[in-house]
T-cell receptor
Framework: NAGVTQTPKFRVLKTGQSMTLLCAQD?????MYWYRQDPGMGLRLIHY???????AKGEVPDGYNVSRLKKQNFLLGLESAAPSQTSVYFC???????????????FGPGTRLTVL | AQSVTQLGSHVSVSEGALVLLRCNYS??????LFWYVQYPNQGLQLLLK????ATLVKGINGFEAEFKKSETSFHLTKPSAHMSDAAEYFC?????????????WGLGTSLAVNP
């Protein structure tokens, strides 16, 4: 049982390049989330999904797209990377909705992205 | 709107001293509350959570937190700090009331433990 895994662990991009971050979970969780973590700003939700084939915007969705074609995978895409997207990205999953429930979110190890 | 405040972005304690990390929420309806810990270069993991069952909640690694409705607080404590407790700690709130599917996160408190 690997939990939540993220690929890649590190990446350096040049401004304007594109990339996709992959998140996979093997816990059969319905809900999945993408966060970014920046110094002094805590965790900010980018996008989330409430089930296979669904996506929704979080607090800071601009510049990112997501897809949930399979229940176990949640992809985060950057179409044209900008230096402001330099951050650590975390994926998380939960069995049910985190809002209004006591469900725990399980986090991946993170992807450290630098955009030059 | 629901919000959560963590007082003190950095806390430093000596090894063996009491650890106290503060968290206050804003809702008039007591929410569900969580503490997560992030060790260096790792993802977050659940430390403990308040589910309305008991006001004093015990978590992993000797941590506990007490829910105080009158103070709208859920402070995290540990009687004796260990070097391995050095990490970032996040308080989060889950609003019982609405259709919000998301956790509301505090900005985090970085705990340093000095020898």
């Amino acid at each position: 049982n690997a939990g939540v895994t993220q690929t890649p662990k590190f990446r350096v991009l040049k401004t304007g390049q594109s990339m996709t971050l992959l998140c996979a979970q093997d816990m059969n969780h319905e809900y999945m989330y993408w966060y970014r973590q920046d110094p002094g700003m805590g965790l900010r939700l980018i996008h989330y999904s409430v089930g296979e084939g669904t996506t929704a915007k979080g607090e800071v969705p601009d510049g990112y797209n997501v897809s949930r074609l399979k229940k176990q995978n949640f992809l985060l895409g950057l179409e044209s990377a900008a230096p402001s997207q330099t951050s650590v990205y975390f994926c998380a999953s939960s069995y049910g909705a985190s809002g209004g429930s006591t469900d725990t979110q399980y986090f991946g190890p993170g992807t450290r992205l630098t955009v030059l | 709107a629901q919000s959560v405040t963590q007082l003190g972005s950095h806390v430093s304690v000596s090894e063996g001293a009491l650890v106290l990390l503060r968290c206050n929420y804003s809702s008039s309806v007591p929410p569900y509350l969580f503490w997560y810990v992030q060790y260096p270069n790792q993802g977050l993991q659940l430390l403990l959570k308040y589910t309305s069952a008991a006001t004093l909640v015990k978590g992993i690694n000797g941590f506990e937190a007490e829910f105080k409705k009158s103070e709208t607080s859920f402070h995290l404590t540990k009687p004796s700090a260990h070097m391995s407790d050095a990490a970032e700690y996040f308080c989060a709130v889950s609003d019982k009331a609405g259709n919000n599917r998301k956790l509301i996160w505090g900005l985090g408190t970085s705990l340093a433990v000095n020898p």
